[in-house]
């Protein structure tokens, strides 16, 4: 992670350097407090499964799904 982009109630914004691709990335540090129930967290999980396999020009690209300390998930995204 490099820095820090934006504060937000739905979670942080980071820029970082993805260390394989040596790409800027956009990583969303989502708050635990919206992944307290186990079957939405699963949910949730699984749908973005779905979208980091979509690839589409119009969209911003999901990369991976990040499960972080203390409950934290994180998106990591194309940084546009």
Known sequence: I???LRNGRMGDIYLALDLKDAQQVMI???PPHLFLDAA???????????????????LVR????????????GLATEFV
């Open 62 to 73: 999901y990369l991976a799904v990040l499960e972080l300390h203390q409950g934290h998930i």
């Open 28 to 30: 969303k540090v989502l």
């Open 2 to 4: 490099m820095h820090l």
């Open 40 to 58: 939405a967290r699963t949910r949730f999980l699984e749908n973005v499964g779905k979208l980091i396999e979509l690839d589409c020009p119009q």
